[in-house]
């Protein structure tokens, strides 16, 4: 062993945030176990893209023209069916017989993809949906992402020796939180990036030949910019339950609970918590205009079966966006409160 | 400046369906600036509670506490770059390097990244620091937290029982690097153990605690001197009738080995003249000193 470097004379403070933040973004970045759930991830996308490109095929003119067809069949169909209806002497009482019939069926209503085999990709009605389910895949991969990260400082009891360095626990996590944060903002651009480039590729290659609609561009946008703030919410949910129990197991068991069981519960027996669930605000963050939910299906004794509306509740996007801001603030606010005050062991 | 201070610090452990354990039970500790001060007592005595409460780990219920002279926790910001711990187990990722694990921890505070590189030097770890952490011997995972807690430079060096686990050329390895380091005039060690060898071996100073308290401090040899039992050792061609002859002149007796061992002699020079005036030539003559253990388990039995 060598000679020890004398210290310095005065007394030294704890290092600057920046330095802190640096070494947690160095931390996370070196995680194997993190980068190999990206890994998967990408690689799972990668499987998908080529199933897709196998699976759709771009329509030739034959094909097109017997969709046609078969469209034309089915309005047909359907049209005689309602005209049955309409002339149905045993229509309820006091029920519209448009309403109750349904209007005119149109060709225009069907799309020709859904009677081309196999069917074309449609980036007009794909588009937005393939958004919505890369942001709750992203999101999932976030949660794991954060509980793996700051469980990982648990198990590894790390946590403790940072605070011989940064005796400021909030410093400690909120730079922890800070990279959670920031990484799960950006994979779930990268995400969204990633979805727009495949859905640009399976459209040019096997794509159909539908105009996109008017406003396309800005609800997919909408879409994707709401499924990123989703990743980052739920990344930073899972740093803030993990961080509350401890735990990754732990935690995900919980979010396992709540989500499968807890939530379905409150579904069943009180339907009326339905607004205020995470995953029905999940999805109302994501559809474009948010999300309608029925809170009774009973319906009240001595209404007219043919005009009685179950009751709707809209969730709008701003409602959701701000309940899940609120129960992420809330979890991990609670798991940093505790760890300030927690004696340390 | 001391560079501990503590004074009547209390802390009750609230336990569920189990009594309340009382870790600290007023206690006064001092470690003046310099040297290497340990901090002994048995298992369960409070040593590393008091160690966590010193680092901002654990809330004291009541009492002051000062580290470098600024209050704790409140100003533990303020000095904590100058403090170097390694609390019972190294804690490190296990599947980084022993120089990654550093040098997260050199960003952290804002070490230059060439310490790194000097503490596993100083530790000599610098051969095996790209080999993963959880690849590492006990002793190697010991030698690499301390060369963590080197990282600042500290001022003040706490080291919870850097011996656990060690095979003998370790515990040689670390106790020479205690004593090394508390050569330095500028570094305070203060090593907690419950291994009263290492505490003679490499500390100046020493504080005994049980049950949370403290019983005894100062320099070793103070201590060793205040609980000195003042029993003599001496040797002589006819045990038996030297017996003989100090039983007689109200002494206790007993035989030791191929010697006497005569106990609570107030002065030895009185041995001399009673034995020489029977004929009886003394071939030696030693004061029994006190060691370590003997004082560490008088002061720490349990009350009856």
Redesign the interface.
Known sequence: ?????????V??????FS??L??EV??FL???FIGLLVALAALAGLVGLVIALLYFRSPSSEGIAAARAEIDRVVAEQEQYRQECLRDPSLPAGADPADFCGGPVRAADFSVADFLHPEPFSLAELGTGGAIAVAVACSALAFLVGATFVG?EWS???M?????????RGRVLGAKALVVGGASLVLGVVGQVAWLVASQLLQAVAGDDQPLPDGFWGELSGVAGRGVLLTALVGLLGFGLTNLVRNTGAALGVAFVYLVIAENAARGLLPRVQPWLVTENVAALLQPGGMSIVLDWDMPPGANPATWQPEEHLITNLHAGLLLTAVTAVIAGVGIWLFHRR??? | MPAVEMRAVSKTYRRRRRPPQRALDALDLVVESGGVHGLLGPNGSGKTTMIRVLLGLIRPDSGEVRLLDRPVPASLPAVIGSVGALVETPLFFPGFTGRRNLQLLAETAGVPRARVDQVLEIVDLADRADDRFKGYSLGMKQRLAIAAALLKQPRLLILDEPSNGLDPAGIRDVRELIRRLGDDPAVTVLVSSHLLTEIEQVCSSVTIMTRGRCVAAGPVASVLAGRSSGDVRLRVADRAAAAAVLTGAGFTVSPDADALLVRAVPAPAEITRLLAQSGHYLEELTPVAADLESAFLELTAEPA
Do not use: I, N
């Not at chain 1, 060598?2 to 310095?8: C, D, E, F, M, S």
């Not at chain 1, 403790?160 to 400021?168: A, H, I, N, Q, T």
């Open positions: 062993m060598t000679a020890v470097a004398p210290p310095p004379d007394v030294q403070p704890a290092g600057r330095g802190l640096r070494a160095h931390r070196a995680r194997r990982a590894s009891r790390s403790v020796s940072l605070l011989f360095w940064e005796p400021r004696d340390v062991s």
